[in-house]
């Protein structure tokens, strides 16, 4: 059974930065570095929101508009980990990130890291 543990979330003025963790573990039946993987967050009283996806492998990065050239998603496949480094953070940002398998973020899920930004 495939399991993510986020960490890394925690209050930040608006301007800073963050990085965002995610340990993979459970890939019993094909590599970690053979899953998609993406980040999703939710903010207090929204739904969902698709943030960045990493493809297998190497990892080409795609991301939301609304995060484009402020995060950077990266992988390494030796530690079965996922960051997600967040900069010049708004407090639209402001939300619970989760960690996700698959690229739409619509697979399996940990149980997120809250990031809060404050004015």
Do not use: H
Request: overall charge positive; glycine content about 14%.
């Amino acid at each position: 059974e495939v399991q993510l543990v986020e960490s890394g979330g925690g209050l930040v003025q608006t301007g800073g930065s963050l990085r965002l963790s995610c340990q993979a573990s459970g890939f019993t039946f094909s590599p970690f570095s053979s899953s998609a993987m993406s980040w999703v967050r939710q903010a207090p009283g929204k739904g969902f929101e698709w943030v960045s996806g990493i493809s297998r492998g190497s990892g080409d990065a795609i991301y939301a508009d609304s995060v484009k050239g402020r995060f950077t998603i990266s992988r390494d496949n030796a530690k079965n980990m996922v960051y997600l480094q967040l900069t010049r953070l708004k407090t639209a940002d402001t939300a619970m990130y989760y960690c996700s398998t698959g690229i739409t973020g619509a697979g399996v899920r940990g149980r997120g890291t809250q990031v809060t930004v404050s004015p």
